[in-house]
């Protein structure tokens, strides 16, 4: 692969975004062969979406030999026509393997009956770093590559490792650990399972989703650090997996001061251990009403976190606060459909 054609997305990417980015010239030796590394490990990932505010590509990290991706847990991953593109422009089928949602990570696997032999990421080395390490940040960012072309290579420093606030009204974060937060616009639409490395190419991190400060209309730049997702990883791929959320652990107290009545739903009864989220009745007038949802809708995320039952959306809805914006995803036979809502004052 040759400069020229590394150099073409960076360009593609300065017109968006600024002045973030380096020409591949200006960086040092080191910097270049990080770049070189990583790309063949960078993959494009197509699926769910493609409807108003739900996209339908995303990117990830290959992490074995034989095909084993991690990427971000997200609406695109929920579709049996999932798609991965590698660096060199083949295109296979892929499925998911398992999930970890509190960690935001998702493994999938490509679909092969060939030894495919893969270059892939040593996650297992668990390198980290502090304030005022420069960073590289790799995703398919706005899906700049579809086929052969590069990923999209940003540039940037650590400003911290801290956690985010999971409240509602703070940032909008289903991850409850600590961040890289990264002075680089590396969050934008697509870059989710991209990867920030050093310069002198130690894997760091996983670029996290799109979150905003609902309060101050901010913007943060973030990703998981990888000492973190490892170990889950490593259990996905090697199938020892258990889930945090069937580990029995007691879950805190919430105040739910919404519920999903608020917004005009009524779901079908909760009867189950696991009753899915599915919509009985969507009250006339109300807001789910004028946004299009319909009796027999599976609520399927809350603001990027998985409803796996009534009982998780009525948590989810009961962590809101007055004048968020939640956005909901459905299920609606076979097509995913995302609407926003303003969630209305408290009743006192």
Not at 64 to 89: M, N, R, Y
Not at 306 to 311: F, G, H, Q, T
């Given at each position: 692969?040759?400069?020229?054609?590394?150099?073409?997305?960076?360009?593609?990417?300065?017109?968006?975004?600024?002045?973030?980015?380096?020409p591949l010239h200006r960086l040092d030796a080191s910097s270049r062969e990080t770049?070189?590394?990583?790309?063949?490990?960078?993959?494009?990932?197509?699926?769910?979406?493609?409807?108003?505010?739900?996209?339908?590509?995303?990117?990830?990290?290959?992490?074995?030999?034989?095909?084993?991706?991690?990427?971000?847990?997200?609406?695109?991953?929920?579709?049996?026509?999932?798609?991965?593109?590698?660096?060199?422009?083949?295109?296979?089928?892929?499925?998911?393997?398992?999930?970890?949602?509190?960690?935001?990570l998702a493994i999938i696997k490509l679909k092969s009956e060939r030894d495919l032999n893969l270059p892939?990421?040593?996650?297992?080395?668990?390198?980290?770093?502090?304030?005022?390490?420069?960073?590289?940040?790799?995703?398919?960012?706005?899906?700049?590559?579809?086929?052969?072309?590069?990923?999209?290579?940003?540039?940037?420093?650590?400003?911290?490792?801290?956690?985010?606030?999971?409240?509602?009204?703070?940032?909008?974060?289903?991850?409850?650990?600590?961040?890289y937060v990264v002075d680089a616009i590396t969050n934008n639409p697509g870059a989710a399972g991209g990867v920030i490395m050093t310069y002198d190419g130690k894997l760091l991190g996983m670029i996290g989703k799109q979150v905003r400060n609902a309060k101050t209309n901010t913007w943060v730049n973030y990703s998981l650090p990888i000492d973190v997702l490892s170990k889950s990883i490593r259990q996905i791929v090697t199938g020892k997996f258990e889930s945090s959320e069937d580990q029995n652990e007691p879950e805190p107290s919430i105040v739910e001061r919404y519920k999903p009545i608020d917004f005009g739903l009524v779901m079908v009864p909760d009867v189950l251990f696991r009753t899915p989220a599915f919509i009985d009745t969507v009250l006339p007038g109300s807001q789910v009403a004028q946004a299009g949802l319909k009796p027999d809708?599976?609520?399927?995320?809350?603001?990027?976190?998985?409803?796996?039952?009534?009982?998780?959306?009525k948590s989810e809805l009961g962590k809101l606060e007055a004048g968020d914006t939640v956005r909901l995803v459905v299920r609606r036979e076979n097509q995913l459909v995302a609407v926003e809502l303003q969630v209305p004052p408290e009743k006192k």
């Open positions: 692969m040759n400069q020229a054609k590394l150099i073409k997305p960076v360009l593609i990417c300065i017109c968006l975004l600024g002045a973030l980015l380096v770049i070189q590394y990583a790309l063949p490990r960078l993959v494009k990932i197509f699926g769910a979406g493609g409807v108003k505010n739900l996209y339908g590509y995303s990117s990830g990290f290959l992490v074995s030999p034989e095909g084993h991706i991690a990427t971000i847990w997200s609406p695109v991953l929920d579709t049996d026509q999932l798609s991965v593109v590698l660096h060199d422009g083949r295109r296979f089928e892929a499925e998911v393997l398992g999930a970890e949602p509190h960690l935001d892939y990421f040593n996650y297992e080395e668990k390198a980290t770093a502090g304030a005022g390490t420069r960073i590289l940040g790799f995703s398919n960012m706005f899906r700049v590559a579809t086929g052969d072309e590069p990923v999209s290579v940003l540039h940037g420093v650590i400003e911290a490792r801290t956690d985010l606030p999971r409240r509602r009204g703070a940032f909008e974060l289903s991850y409850t650990g600590d961040v809708d599976l609520v399927v995320f809350v603001n990027d976190e998985l409803i796996k039952s009534c009982k998780t959306l």
